[in-house]
Structure formats: structure tokens, C-alpha cells
């Protein structure tokens, strides 16, 4: 199931790589280039981390929610 995301990324690796260090045959301009997709890798995984962290939260205050509404409608019928 994780296999395959891993296969297509090596496949898009070897198709994107000669022509990337081809570009990059200088090595002022591979450090820049290089740089730059770093800076862009670490905004897309801290927005990722940011908006999975904000999820987690949301659930964890559902799933109290659905639990505080579950005792009561316990404490409920045992009062009936």
C-alpha cells in the first residue's frame, strides 16, 4: 500500500534528475536552485504539520464531545 507512492517517486526522480543537473551545470546556480526547493520543502511540510496539528486537535475536542454526551445519556437512564 506504501510501496507504490515510493515507486512513482523514483520513477519522477529519474525522469526529472538528468535534465535538473544538466540545467545546473554551475555550481553557484545547483547551490541556488537547490536552496530555493529547500526553503519551498520546508513551507509545504510546516503548513502540512500546521494543518494536521489544528485536525488532530479538532477531532480530539470531537471525540470528547461524543464522550461527555455518551456518559450523560448514561447518567440518564440510570436516573429514569
Given at each position: 500500500d506504501k510501496i507504490l507512492p515510493v515507486i512513482y517517486m523514483i520513477g519522477v526522480l529519474i525522469l526529472v534528475l538528468p535534465a535538473f543537473i544538466n540545467s545546473n551545470s554551475k555550481l553557484k546556480q545547483f547551490l541556488n536552485?537547490?536552496?530555493?526547493?529547500?526553503?519551498i520543502?520546508?513551507?509545504?511540510?510546516?503548513?502540512?504539520?500546521?494543518?494536521?496539528?489544528?485536525f488532530s486537535l479538532l477531532y480530539d475536542q470531537y471525540k470528547g464531545l461524543k464522550k461527555k454526551e455518551?456518559?450523560?445519556?448514561?447518567?440518564?437512564?440510570?436516573?429514569?
Open positions: 536552485n537547490l536552496s530555493l526547493w529547500a526553503i520543502v520546508i513551507i509545504i511540510m510546516t503548513l502540512i504539520y500546521m494543518l494536521i496539528k489544528k455518551k456518559t450523560t445519556k448514561k447518567r440518564d437512564i440510570l436516573t429514569q
